[in-house]
């Protein structure tokens, strides 16, 4: 499954090396004739044709099939590692970890881990974008792999609470800390690869391409999860759970591998040769003069990261603590959905190019909010079936809307000097205010309400109003 989840980037590679070779003398002269100027900024409203304007002087570089190749595959490695300690969140590490009387409440201690690493995610994204927008964007994702790899490889070797007591949460929440760091300046250096690489105008369909890392990386960490899953409850929960972890050291090294042999991007290699008119560092920048268009990047970010989480993690505890539906069956809906989110992502990137991000944007996030008692209320069937439905909806066909323009969004509000940094702090602090959270929030709310979903419903359909009206206001402030 895991080699079919690659066929829509290897399709859109393959189609564009012609493209490669015929362009690559080109990449090594790049047009200075706009330098000195200071660039436009692009809005939300913006056409496909007009955002291809932006940045034209780039418009001929070379798409390398390694350098996409590499932003996918390098996220898919970050986002296993990052997944697979959220498919164990309610499977292990309450049990293990944070052992209590009440099972809700090691249950919400171990979300809480999972939370945690959100909120060091901004301090993460600020200090790697600082990196990428100064010294470049493949020396920083070498960074950022590193640490979340060699987080994850240790979480499978760490000791118990009934061996160590407190010093094993202890060790695990300072793990999850540095994934956290790693994973905070991951994504951004990631989309960028892509971005800055496309032609004007295909960056709806590479700008995707990236975020499949993300549906990538859960399969894997899902597929692994399940077939430890087979093993005997005895056998899982004393070494089992561990070797997903251990071999996310193989994946750490091909990822390596991949971005050894790539270089900077055009966009970001002209930008360095340019004599800087802003002595102001990036973030300085960004705060100062762009501070609505991250706080338009941080609203957005609403839809795509809370529900996903849902449809995800929470997904897992859920059927398994409340709906007493078997545990292979709720990781193997999340798998399905997973494939059917790969797949799907590319396609809406595409149609993105054609018909408008925001556009796109805006009815993912209408659909999200509707959808989301439907959700519950399939749900309740309380069979693999439904659970597989309700997911494959869910995050297979309504999600790749919001999350396969997402990147291309914040990528063309930002000009390329802040890019980095700006993306990445929208980006990030939106996924620290509600997507590290959700499963902890749902977990209260089903808890407060005696297991009822209404509460988690609304709680679903709010982000997604927010990120609406967001999106909205920017794009009219824009345009006044």
Known sequence: MAVHAFAPATAALTKLRKMSEKTRANQARPDRSS?????????????????????????????????????????????????????????????????AHDPAVGLMLSYATFAVTFFVRPLGGVVFSHLGDRVGRKKTLVITLTLMGGGTA??????????????????????????????????????????????????????????????????????CVSLVSLLPDEAFLRWGWRLPFLASIGLVFIGMWMRAGIDETPEFKAMAATPRSDTRSPLRQVLQSHWREVLTAVGAKFVETGPFYIF?????????????????????????????????????????????????????AALTAAYAPIYFMILGQRTPVAILWATVIGMGLIWPLVTSVLGTLFSEIFSA????????????????????TAPLVATWLLHRQGGGWAGVAIYVSVTAMISILAVVLGARRRTA
């Open 35 to 99: 330098e000195g100027r200071r660039p436009s900024r692009p809005t939300l409203l913006q056409s496909p044709a007009d955002i291809a304007g932006v940045g034209r002087r780039h418009a001929d570089a070379a798409v390398h099939p390694r350098v996409l190749a590499a932003s996918v595959i390098g996220g898919a490695i970050e986002w296993f590692d990052y997944f697979l300690y959220g498919a164990l969140a309610s499977l292990v590490f309450g049990k293990l970890f944070f052992p």
């Open 312 to 364: 995800t993690v929470f997904l897992v505890g859920y059927a398994t603590g409340v709906l007493d539906v078997p545990r292979f069956s709720a990781l193997n809906a999340v798998t399905v959905g997973a494939l059917a989110a790969t797949v799907a992502i590319p396609i809406c990137g595409w149609l993105s190019d054609r018909v408008g991000r925001r556009f796109v944007f805006l009815t993912g």
């Open 417 to 436: 000097e802040v890019r980095y940094t700006g993306v990445t702090l929208g980006y990030q602090t939106g996924a620290a205010l509600v997507g590290g």
């Open 154 to 223: 240790m979480i499978g070797l760490l000791p118990t609470y009934q061996s160590v007591g407190l010093l094993a949460p202890a060790l695990l929440v300072l793990l999850r800390l540095l994934q956290g760091l790693g994973i905070g300046g991951e994504w951004g250096g990631a989309l960028l690869l892509a971005y800055e690489y496309a032609p004007p105008e295909r960056k709806g369909l590479f700008g995707s391409l990236p975020q499949t890392g993300v549906t990538i990386g859960m399969l894997l960490s899902t597929l």
